[in-house]
C-alpha cells in the first residue's frame, strides 16, 4: 500500500491534533518513511520521501533555513506541532516550503508522534510486503503458463484478470493478436487502436535478442508498481513461447525445405505422397495451391551471424504475414528471399494471393536491412506436384520485376512482366545495348532523333495503324505520310514487315532500360 502525505493526515491518530494544511502543494507526494527531527541539521540525515514530525524546536531557531533544507533534501512534507513556545507557524517557513512545493503542516493539539510513526511505518511494510506477494504470485502464474505452453491468449487473459484491466497484445503493425476485454467491448478498446495503442495506458515491449515484434498493452491502467510487474511477467512469458516456437518453426522449416527441394528435383512425383508430407507440415488441404517467391533486396549484416540472422527474421516475417492473412504454406528460404507453395481455400485464389501479397510486402519491408519486396506469382493448379512446378516461373517474374524500375509494390505475374521485364533484366548485358543501338543508330545519330523515336514509338504502338496515329500526333495524312517515308528511308527497313516492328519495339524497350537504370 503506498501512503501519500494526504493519506497519513487524515489517520484518527494525526487528526486528533487538528492538521491544519498551511502549503497544500505536495499533499499527494509517496511517503516512504516517517522521521522525527528537533535538530536543525535534519535535513542533513534523510535520503528524501520521508514525512518529518516535529516539535518545531529547529523551526523557532531559523524557519526559512529549516524547511528550505529539507524540501531540498527531497522531504514528503513537514508536520510541526504548535506549542506555547511556537504558537504559530512562521511566515518564513511557509514561504520557504511554498517555493519548494513541500506541503507544510501544522497541528494545533499534541498527539503522539511514535503512535503515527508505528502506524504509518506498519501500513508502509504491509503495504511492501503485500507487493512482494503480488510479484510472487505474478512469476508463479507466469511461469505456470510457460511450462505448459499456454498460447498468447492464456497469457493476455491471465494479465487482464491480474490487473482487473483490459490487455491487448500487438504487433509492430498495430495489428491485435490477443485481446482480453475484461468487461469491456472489443468495438470500444479498439476503436481508433492503430492511432491510440501508442499513447494509451501502459506497455511492455515483447521481443527476442534485442529486436522488439510486439508489445503488450494495458490501455485503461494507470502507470504503477503493479502495472508494470504484470505486464514484465507477461512480456517474458510470451517471449518464452515465441522463443519455443522459433525452435519449433526451425525444424518445421527444414523438413519444409527439404519436401520442396524433393518436390522440385522429382524425388517426389506422386500427388498423394507429396500431399501426406505436406499436411503433416501444415499445409491446409485446399481447392488451389499457388507457387511465389518474395524477392528481398537485404543489406548484408556487420557479419555472418548478423546476416544470417536477417534472412531468417525474412522468413519469420513471411510466416507472420500468412497468418495475419488466415493462409498457410510450405516454404524455403531462397538466398535472402522466400520460395512458397500457398493453400487457397477461397474461390478465387489470385484476390486471395494479392491480399497475402500486400501483408507479406508490408511485413517483410519492416525487417532490418531489407531494401525492397518483390512478390511474383505462378500460375495457381489444384495439384501440389503442379504448383511446385510453376515456382520456376514465379523465381522468374520476381527476379524480372526487382529489375524493373518503378514496379509497383504487389503481388506480380508472368502477365505483368513480358518483354519489357525481360528488357529490364538484360539491361546490364552489353549485347543487348549493341543490339538497341545497332537498330536505333540511323535515326538516334540523325538530324532530330527526339521527334523521330516519338514517331517510331508511337507507330509501333498503334500497330501501324495510320488513322490512329494521325489522332494520336495530331498531324494531317499526307504530313504523316512525309514523315513515315522519311523514317522508313532513314532506318532502311520495310515497317510494315513483323519481324521489322518486334527488332524495333525490342530495341526501344532496351533502351527505355537501360536511360531508367542510368537514373
Given at each position: ?162 490487473l482487473g484491466t483490459p490487455v491487448v497484445f500487438e504487433d509492430r503493425a498495430h ?345
Amino acid at each position: 500500500m503506498e501512503l501519500t502525505v494526504a493519506d497519513v493526515l487524515a489517520l484518527p491518530v494525526v487528526r486528533t491534533g487538528r492538521p491544519e494544511p498551511l502549503v497544500t502543494a505536495g499533499l499527494d507526494r509517496q511517503v516512504r518513511w516517517v522521521h522525527v527531527g528537533d535538530v536543525a541539521e535534519v535535513a542533513d540525515l534523510i535520503t528524501g520521501g520521508e514525512l518529518i514530525l516535529t516539535t518545531g524546536r529547529a523551526l523557532a531557531e531559523d524557519p526559512y533555513g529549516f524547511c528550505a533544507g529539507l524540501a531540498e533534501a527531497g522531504a514528503a512534507g513537514v508536520v510541526v506541532e504548535l506549542s506555547p513556545r511556537l504558537p504559530a507557524m512562521p511566515q518564513p517557513a511557509i514561504d520557504a516550503a511554498r517555493a519548494g512545493g513541500m506541503p507544510l503542516v501544522a497541528l494545533h493539539r499534541s498527539i503522539r508522534f511514535v503512535a503515527v510513526t508505528e502506524q504509518v511505518h506498519r501500513a508502509i511494510v504491509a503495504g511492501q510486503l503485500d507487493e512482494v506477494e503480488f510479484a510472487r504470485h505474478s512469476h508463479q502464474v507466469f511461469t505456470d503458463l510457460s511450462m505448459r505452453r499456454a498460447d498468447a491468449d492464456e497469457i493476455v487473459s491471465a494479465a487482464a484478470e491480474l490487473l482487473g484491466t483490459p490487455v491487448v497484445f500487438e504487433d509492430r503493425a498495430h495489428h491485435v493478436l490477443a485481446l482480453a476485454e475484461h468487461g469491456r467491448s472489443a468495438s470500444e478498446l479498439l476503436s481508433g487502436w492503430a492511432r491510440r495503442s501508442a499513447t494509451d495506458g501502459v506497455a511492455a515491449d515483447v521481443g527476442v535478442d534485442g529486436a522488439v515484434f510486439a508489445r503488450l498493452v494495458a490501455p485503461l491502467a494507470e502507470p504503477g508498481t503493479r502495472v508494470g510487474t504484470v505486464l514484465e511477467r507477461a512480456a517474458q512469458a510470451l517471449t518464452l513461447r515465441e522463443m519455443v516456437e522459433r525452435d519449433r518453426a526451425a525444424l518445421e522449416q527444414q523438413a519444409q525445405h527439404g519436401l520442396l527441394d524433393d518436390l522440385r528435383a522429382g524425388r517426389i512425383t506422386d500427388e498423394a505422397g507429396a500431399s501426406a508430407r505436406a499436411r503433416t507440415l501444415g499445409l491446409q488441404v485446399a481447392r488451389f495451391y499457388v507457387p511465389v517467391t518474395v524477392g528481398v533486396d537485404l543489406e548484408s549484416g556487420h557479419d555472418e551471424v548478423s546476416t544470417r540472422r536477417r534472412r531468417v527474421q525474412v522468413q519469420d516475417a513471411f510466416r507472420h504475414a500468412l497468418g495475419l492473412a488466415r493462409l498457410t504454406a510450405i516454404a524455403s528460404l531462397a538466398g535472402s528471399g522466400v520460395h512458397a507453395v500457398i493453400a487457397c481455400t477461397a474461390p478465387d485464389p489470385v484476390a486471395a494471393v494479392d491480399r497475402a501479397g500486400e501483408l507479406v510486402i508490408a511485413e517483410v519491408g519492416r525487417v532490418r536491412g531489407v531494401r525492397a519486396v518483390t512478390v511474383g506469382a505462378g500460375p495457381h493448379a489444384g495439384r501440389i506436384v503442379d504448383a511446385v512446378a510453376g515456382l520456376a516461373e514465379a523465381e522468374h517474374v520476381a527476379a524480372v520485376v526487382a529489375a524493373m524500375p518503378g514496379a509497383t509494390p504487389r503481388v506480380h505475374r508472368a502477365a505483368d512482366t513480358r518483354l519489357r521485364g525481360l528488357a529490364a533484366m538484360l539491361v546490364a548485358d552489353t549485347r543487348t545495348r549493341a543490339f538497341a543501338h545497332a537498330e536505333l543508330r540511323r535515326i538516334v545519330d540523325g538530324p532530330d532523333p527526339a521527334g523521330d523515336l516519338a514517331l517510331l514509338r508511337a507507330f509501333l504502338e498503334t500497330a501501324g495503324n495510320k488513322t490512329e496515329l494521325a489522332r494520336r500526333l495530331h498531324l494531317s495524312r499526307p504530313t504523316l505520310y512525309a514523315r513515315l517515308n522519311d523514317l522508313r528511308e532513314r532506318l532502311d527497313v520495310d515497317l510494315d514487315d513483323g519481324e521489322s516492328r518486334a527488332s524495333l519495339h525490342a530495341a526501344l524497350l532496351f533502351r527505355d532500360a537501360a536511360q531508367a537504370a542510368a537514373t
